[in-house]
């Protein structure tokens, strides 16, 4: 099963490289969903490690949370928005 799934992810990859080097046109629209994506991504996965750290207590579990919070609220923090000019 992963081995078919790495031919497929290689077969899109050898068939998206001709288009590699031209530039997109138009695409900053979707930067701002893109941007909340990875906030609502790295708020669901720290949620989800600070509860695994509450049933199994690992000092590294806690680690790895705290980091993602960090990661979602301290960009969000420091540079509002991180894709505007």
Known sequence: M????S???LG???ATMPFAREA??????????????????E???SALLFALYNVQRSRSLLLLASGYLFSALGDRLIKPHPYSE
């Open 43 to 45: 708020i669901v996965t």
């Open 24 to 41: 997109t046109r138009n695409s900053e629209i979707i930067l701002p969903a893109y941007a909340a994506a990875t906030f609502t991504l």
């Open 12 to 14: 899109a990859l050898t």
């Open 2 to 5: 992963a081995a078919a799934v």
């Open 7 to 9: 031919l497929c992810l």
